[in-house]
């Protein structure tokens, strides 16, 4: 078990994440299900588009808030 705050390090490493907001687990499973851009928006506050997918991987990624494009 590791805990990580870093999202993109988290799914980088794990093959199974749970996402706990407000003391309850909000969210558990495989990263490419658990890290949608449905559960950035309502436990991370992030705006659409952040969540993306790598092509070579298929894990999912979060763009740092500096570098979105349309």
């Known amino acids: 078990m ?3 705050h ?5 799914v980088a490493c794990a ?3 749970v ?4 003391g309850t687990i909000h969210a558990q ?3 490419q299900d658990v890290l949608t851009g ?3 928006r309502t436990v ?9 997918t790598h092509e070579r991987t298929g894990k ?11």
């Open 2 to 4: 590791l805990v990580l």
């Open 6 to 10: 870093d999202l993109n390090w988290a």
């Open 15 to 17: 093959d199974r994440i």
């Open 19 to 22: 996402v706990v907001h407000q």
């Open 29 to 31: 499973g495989p990263p």
């Open 38 to 40: 449905t559960l950035a």
């Open 44 to 52: 991370f506050g992030l705006e659409e588009g952040r969540v993306r």
């Open 60 to 70: 999912p990624y979060i763009l740092p808030h500096d570098i979105i494009f349309s």
